[in-house]
């Protein structure tokens, strides 16, 4: 028993450990946006919803905020915000696009090729290190990505490459989510990101505006809420793991958005598919392994 409680202790004390869960979290919450993305989309343009989402989510944030107090909207971190903000304003309305357009497993597939780009602007941007072993898994888990994309001759499609934009965007939001994490209240980073998703869609909204009822209303609602919450997973993971190290965490969202595009929008699985979800979760699992006694 005294074994069982220390290795208890051990893993409650691994910040890599803890991070990787609290991006488990997002992952999960993010699918259960995406999936009610694909829902609303078809009533509503991706602007629109990206418009709706982000009113939902000031809203949601604005309660909390009066307990807290609004001092915690003070900072000093203009640039790191401006550019957190442009680079995840871009990476949603893209990834609505590319939710919009493609079936729920191939669209978080071709996103997932973000770790890719966040392992090297990890180590350039913020100095972190990254073993061999570590970057070669994390290159055979985009391997896998492949194998689930299954590329023909033809190129990508418009959606596709939006969705592969939306990875490189994301994977500099997750960037400055970092740097900010360390110095920024998480209430104050998610209200900044619902008001500048506002403004800057704002009026591509309302020249594309489709009136809707309450079931569209509802199926944004979800939208704004597990997203939100999905934002506040992804910003407590930064604020206690390394982003070479829990990032590939997030490939799990490959399987999940696989279950549920099969259950409610009866999405086949291909044997292909199958395989590279396999590598995906095999070099997730290792490289959390191996970091769980950092």
Not at 3 to 24: C, D, E, H, Y
Not at 151 to 175: D, K, Q, R, W
Not at 201 to 215: C, D, E, I, N, R
Request: one cysteine or more; a positive charge.
């Amino acid at each position: 028993m005294p074994n069982v409680v220390q290795k208890i202790r051990k893993t409650s004390a691994n910040p890599n450990l803890i991070g990787a869960l609290w991006l488990f979290g997002s992952a999960v919450l993010f699918q259960i946006s995406y999936s009610a993305v694909k829902f609303t989309s078809e009533n509503l343009s991706s602007i629109q919803i990206v418009f709706l989402r982000s009113l939902f989510q000031i809203l949601l944030i604005l309660p909390f905020l009066f307990k807290t107090g609004f001092g915690v909207m003070k900072t000093h971190q203009y640039k790191n915000y401006a550019c957190r903000l442009l680079f995840g304003v871009t990476n949603i309305v893209l990834t609505f696009y590319a939710y919009r357009h493609m079936h729920l497993a191939t669209a978080t597939s071709i996103v997932f090729t973000r770790p890719l780009f966040t392992i090297p602007l990890a180590i350039i941007m913020l100095k972190e290190h990254a073993g061999w072993k570590r970057i070669l898994a994390t290159m055979i888990g985009f391997i896998g990505v492949l194998i689930v994309l299954n590329p023909g001759p033809v190129g990508l499609s418009l959606a596709e490459t939006a969705a592969l934009g939306a990875s490189f965007f994301l994977a500099l939001t997750y960037i400055y989510i970092q740097r900010l994490s360390h110095t920024e209240n998480h209430l104050a980073m998610l209200l900044y990101f619902g008001i500048a998703c506002c403004l800057l869609t704002a009026y591509p909204a309302y020249s594309l505006w489709v009136p809707f009822g309450l079931k569209t209303l509802g199926c944004v609602f979800v939208i704004a809420a597990a997203a939100t919450a999905g934002q506040y997973f992804v910003i407590r993971a930064y604020q206690v793991g390394k982003a070479t190290v829990i990032s590939p965490i997030d490939y799990l969202q490959i399987p999940l958005s696989a279950f549920i595009g099969w259950c409610f929008f009866h999405e086949a699985l291909s044997l292909h598919f199958v395989i590279g979800v396999i590598i995906i979760i095999t070099t997730s699992v290792y490289i959390l392994k191996r970091q769980s006694g950092d």
